[in-house]
């Protein structure tokens, strides 16, 4: 088992859907971050939280510590929202490599 | 402020052939961190480097190999390549020692072996 698991692994919605991607992890962190990767390859961090909610725009992220879960909210998608969705934690055993789920590849649809 | 920046940002080599790959950080970050992605792979951590020197290395033979300069900026090499190692090599760059900074990341490397 993976220890950073996102779900979905894709999603496929219409414009103006609300959108959540989540993110399960199995060791203590002291840091997620989300990043956005666009099919060209560039990635963008879009949050690093270790606690609560973060906002920003129309993207929110959600962080609940006990129970090892975050969730990435997109409200209002658009297309340019397509493009895959990646999920990384800092774990305590790790020194300074982080732990990076699968992603999750969004395809929002006019 | 200049972003992240990687050259070349694509190139094809052939087998046994060696390649080094150039990440100029953003002004001011002394961490750059280098991961390997392959086709339908999460990203893989290749190793980071702050202040020129080491401070950790992902699961990479030897063949796969790094420094930073004074100036912070880094290059990664391998050497005898092989057709795995076809990918996309991402650099990022923090402020900060260890991935609890925010990162940047450049563009990437595209890296095709034949």
């Known amino acids: 088992k993976n220890e950073v698991e996102q779900s979905p692994q894709n999603l496929t919605a219409q414009e103006g859907e609300f959108i959540t991607i989540n993110c399960s992890y199995s060791?203590?962190?002291?840091?997620l971050h989300w990043l956005q990767q666009h099919p060209g390859g560039g990635i963008v961090s879009l949050f690093m939280?270790?606690?609560?909610?973060k906002k920003h725009g129309r993207l929110i992220a959600t962080i609940n510590i006990q129970e090892k879960h975050s969730s990435l909210h997109i409200t209002a998608s658009h297309p340019r929202d397509s493009a895959v969705y990646i999920c990384?934690?800092?774990?305590?055993?790790?020194?300074?490599?982080?732990?990076w789920g699968a992603g999750t590849k969004l395809i929002i649809k006019p | 402020k200049a972003g992240v920046t990687q050259t070349p940002r694509y190139l094809i080599k052939t087998r046994g052939q060696q390649v080094t790959l150039s990440c100029s950080p953003i002004?001011?970050?002394?961490?750059v961190s280098w991961y390997q992605q392959t086709p339908g792979q999460g990203l893989q951590f290749l190793f980071e480097?702050?202040?020129?020197?080491?401070?950790n290395k992902g699961n990479f033979p030897g063949r796969f190999s790094g420094r930073q300069f004074s100036n912070s900026r880094s290059e990664m090499n391998v050497s005898t390549l092989e057709l795995g190692d076809s990918a996309l090599y991402l650099c990022?760059?923090?402020?900060?020692?260890?991935?609890?900074?925010?990162?940047?990341f450049g563009e990437g490397s595209r890296l095709t072996v034949l």
């Open positions: 990384a934690v800092k774990g305590p055993n790790s020194n300074y490599q982080l732990i």
């Open positions: 990022a760059s923090s402020l900060e020692q260890g991935t609890t900074g925010e990162l940047f």
């Open positions: 002004s001011g970050h002394r961490s």
């Open positions: 060791v203590g962190i002291s840091a």
């Open positions: 480097y702050f202040s020129e020197t080491q401070r």
């Open positions: 939280l270790s606690s609560g909610k």
